[in-house]
């Protein structure tokens, strides 16, 4: 399941993060990278101890707290603190799958159930660097506003097209599901979403809206890994 998620960041909060992240000091994004991604990996990285990527790396998480879609399609159980990349003109990244556990400062293990993409370049700045999925509907390309974000399993085998013009900056990170597989997550999302539609129509104390309710927490009582 790929889901955008909308306006995360607003227009004030994205200008603000590429001030900071422009000031700030760029590595070689490989030091992330699995001894197999590193072959394909071409881009820069803010490093993952740098104390403003950490503070920035809040504020995403603080409003991704906030957001209902991404709450509803992720189910999170843990985030790995946002990371910062930038793809210059002539970089990309080949074809992989992320490593499925990362370790989170202190040690903390994190089971990698979804990718996410927090774009902080306007997709008119630069050409190329599409984000490009492969998924059981075939090959889906990304290039979303600043300050939108997609959320997609972690197990897809995925790519950024080269750089051709401009440069362009993301956040990106990984989630741990409460509900590890990709199709009952899904499920529970479009659930989620009729439930929202049925309460307008018929209001909270209908019988249908309560039984829709109902079976959404029983499956997720049942799915969900605590």
Same mark, same amino acid.
């Given at each position: 399941?790929l889901?955008?998620?909308q306006?995360?960041l607003?227009? =004030?909060?994205?200008?603000?993060?590429?001030a900071?992240l422009?000031?700030? $000091?760029?590595?070689? +994004?490989?030091?992330?990278? +699995?001894?197999?991604?590193?072959?394909?990996?071409?881009?820069?990285?803010?490093?993952e *101890? &740098?104390?403003?990527?950490?503070?920035?790396g809040?504020?995403?998480?603080?409003a991704? $707290?906030?957001?209902?879609?991404f709450?509803?399609a992720? =189910?999170?159980f843990?985030?790995?603190?946002?990371?910062?990349?930038?793809y *210059?003109e002539g970089? $990309?990244?080949?074809?992989?799958?992320?490593n499925?556990?990362r370790?989170?400062?202190?040690?903390?293990?994190?089971?990698?159930d /979804?990718?996410c993409?927090?774009f902080?370049t306007?997709?008119?700045?630069? &050409?190329? +660097?599409e984000?490009?999925?492969?998924?059981?509907? $075939?090959?889906q390309?990304?290039?979303? *506003?600043?300050?939108?974000?997609? =959320?997609?399993?972690?197990?897809s /085998?995925?790519?950024?097209?080269?750089?051709? !013009?401009?440069?362009?900056?993301a956040?990106?990170?990984?989630?741990?599901?409460?509900?590890?597989? &990709?199709g009952q !997550?899904?499920?529970?999302?479009?659930? *989620?979403?009729a439930?929202?539609?049925?309460?307008?129509?018929? +209001? &909270?104390?209908?019988?249908?809206?309560?039984g829709?309710?109902a079976?959404?927490?029983n =499956?997720l009582r049942?799915?969900?890994?605590?």
């Amino acid at each position: 399941m790929l889901v955008r998620v909308q306006e995360v960041l607003t227009p =004030l909060q994205v200008e603000a993060f590429r001030a900071a992240l422009g000031a700030g $000091g760029w590595v070689d +994004g490989r030091v992330t990278a +699995g001894a197999q991604s590193a072959l394909a990996k071409r881009n820069l990285q803010v490093p993952e *101890d &740098d104390p403003m990527a950490r503070e920035l790396g809040q504020t995403v998480l603080t409003a991704l $707290g906030r957001n209902e879609t991404f709450v509803s399609a992720a =189910l999170p159980f843990r985030v790995f603190p946002p990371l910062f990349n930038r793809y *210059d003109e002539g970089m $990309g990244f080949g074809a992989h799958v992320d490593n499925s556990i990362r370790f989170a400062p202190g040690g903390l293990r994190v089971r990698t159930d /979804l990718s996410c993409t927090l774009f902080l370049t306007p997709p008119e700045d630069y &050409d190329g +660097g599409e984000l490009v999925i492969e998924d059981s509907y $075939g090959e889906q390309s990304v290039k979303f *506003d600043a300050g939108d974000m997609v =959320l997609y399993p972690a197990s897809s /085998l995925h790519r950024v097209n080269p750089i051709t !013009r401009g440069s362009r900056w993301a956040s990106f990170f990984w989630v741990q599901s409460m509900v590890k597989d &990709d199709g009952q !997550r899904a499920l529970l999302h479009r659930m *989620d979403n009729a439930i929202r539609e049925t309460r307008l129509a018929l +209001g &909270d104390e209908h019988s249908a809206v309560l039984g829709l309710t109902a079976t959404y927490h029983n =499956l997720l009582r049942m799915w969900a890994e605590v």
